[in-house]
């Protein structure tokens, strides 16, 4: 896979690399449907999977990847950051959480944008059992994700230039303390009501942590075994079936760490690779390099390009 000379990659790009059948892509890099109001164009950027720890230089990979957004030629308006912030809050003691957050909010004041945040599994705190916290804990599980990140809920909506974008829970915990890719019934209701009152027109951008729709399994297992319930949101169907109808333009994704585009009835499904590559090992799969995403809207039209940061990994 070759960047561009700009160090970006690009669908056409993936495809002349002969990467195109493996990552599922389907559909061209902008919206076919425009709209017939002229919006002021932006921009912004899909973050996922950064992973960040005292380890491996994560902490000046993360800060790396963030100089090359606030480099970018064009300022984002704002961030929407997809999940796994930390490696990591679910199996280690307080100390350990406390410190991978505080390193993550250090970097992301350096990063000096609007941040709008999906929950990854490696986000929820105290999940393993080793770990001794109670599931009566208030700051079990998501309560202290909310409480480093000032957030009241797990969910949420905001509108920019004419465009709403809708960021969404997608860990489920289950009875055993584990994790699964689940839209619970509190937040599909919310979703729904959310739906109700947005004009079919308007185009719309969610962000998600375990994907809704994806191939990943297919070229990394086999075409015919099925994804785990930690690997793709469960109930996706009932997202799809609750979109319908609406101008969904795009669907963020992460938490496989691969590049990925997949387009199904119309609305098309974003994997954004990760900043930490294969957990700061190197490319994940050995040819999704360490990145981050630019979207950029025009009007009615939304297309995007991987941007590789040139990250080299270390063995200590």
Not at 44 to 69: C, S
Not at 218 to 236: E, F, H, R, S
């Amino acid at each position: 896979m070759r960047p561009k000379p700009n160090g970006t990659i690009t669908r056409r790009g993936l495809l002349g690399s002969g990467l195109g059948a493996a990552l599922g892509l389907a559909g061209g890099s902008t919206a076919h449907a425009a709209s017939s109001k002229s919006k002021p164009a932006f921009s912004f950027v899909h973050i996922t999977d950064t992973h960040i720890q005292p380890e491996l230089g994560a902490t000046e990979g993360v800060d790396k990847a963030f100089a090359a957004i606030r480099a970018l030629p064009d300022k984002p308006a704002f961030a929407l950051v997809g999940g796994d912030l930390v490696m990591d809050a679910a199996n280690v003691p307080r100390s350990r959480a406390d410190l991978v957050f505080d390193l993550w909010r250090q970097e992301a004041e350096r990063l000096r944008l609007p941040l709008h945040y999906s929950i990854g599994n490696h986000d929820i705190y105290g999940l393993g059992e080793t770990t001794g916290v109670a599931t009566s804990d208030p700051e079990f599980g998501k309560g202290y994700w909310k409480k480093r990140l000032g957030l009241e809920r797990t969910y949420d909506t905001f509108d920019y230039n004419g465009w709403r974008f809708v960021t969404l829970d997608s860990i489920g915990i289950t009875s055993t303390r584990h994790y699964e890719g689940n839209l619970d019934a509190e937040q599909l209701t919310w979703l729904d009501d959310l739906l109700r009152q947005t004009p079919r027109p308007m185009p719309m951008v969610f962000l998600t942590h375990i994907p809704l729709f994806t191939i990943f399994g297919q070229y990394t297992a086999g075409t015919t075994l099925p994804l785990a319930p930690a690997m793709i949101v469960k109930n996706g169907r009932t997202f799809q079936e609750l979109i319908t109808g609406h101008n969904v333009k795009a669907v963020f994704q992460g938490h496989t760490h691969v590049l990925e585009e997949c387009t199904y009835l119309g609305t098309r499904y974003v994997t954004g690779g990760a900043v930490c590559g294969d957990w700061w090992k190197g490319p994940r799969l050995g040819v999704h390099p360490e990145g981050f995403t630019v979207v950029t809207v025009k009007g009615g039209d939304l297309s995007w390009r991987y941007v590789p940061y040139g990250w080299k990994a270390r063995t200590a």
